[in-house]
């Protein structure tokens, strides 16, 4: 019996990483891609800069305009980038913990902990924000991260913990 529930905790964290991944790739890919190919951009906006022949106008809205408004995307999509990246890399640290609850690997247990952990933590923090915002959306979630994290942490430290390698 308590290995059916750790195989459906497994279960829930493999599809979970899944769906990580692929929001993850999402998210790295729509970042990555807002904007076309800054570098050369630049480039060309640098090469109308040294350019004789280029009029001075043109390179005063090169200067003022453009360049600084291609510095500014390419910061905004470096950083959906960089979510996208943390988000794959938390997906695959999922999809290892539940190929190692699958196998009864004591480190995947306590790994789960810890996650359970920061559910709870997490959940409490979004309780008290969207108390304090009087967010319906965010107390919800939390109340939903509240519960997860009960059911992991109660569940993996109770009767199942002797079943672990």
Not at 47 to 54: D, I
Not at 56 to 75: A, F, K, T, V
Not at 81 to 104: C, D, E, N, P, Q
Request: aromatic residues 14%; without cysteine; proline residues 2%.
């Amino acid at each position: 019996m308590a290995r059916a529930g750790v195989i459906f905790i497994g279960i829930i964290a493999l599809l979970g990483a899944i769906g990580g991944i692929i929001i993850g790739a999402g998210i790295t890919f729509a970042g990555w891609s807002i904007y076309g190919n800054p570098q050369t951009d630049l480039l060309l906006y640098l090469f109308a800069l040294v350019n004789p022949s280029t009029p001075m106008w043109l390179q005063n809205y090169i200067l003022i305009i453009l360049i600084p408004d291609s510095l500014r995307l390419m910061n905004i999509a470096t950083w959906i980038g960089y979510f996208g990246v943390g988000v794959l890399i938390v997906s695959f640290v999922y999809f290892a913990t539940a190929i190692g609850l699958f196998a009864m690997k004591n480190w995947a247990r306590i790994i789960m902990v810890i996650i359970g952990v920061l559910y709870l933590l997490s959940g409490i923090g979004m309780l008290i924000f969207g108390g304090l915002t009087l967010d319906i959306l965010l107390i919800l979630w939390g109340l939903a991260n509240l519960f997860w994290g009960i059911i992991l942490v109660a569940y993996l430290n109770g009767d199942v913990k002797h079943d672990f390698e």
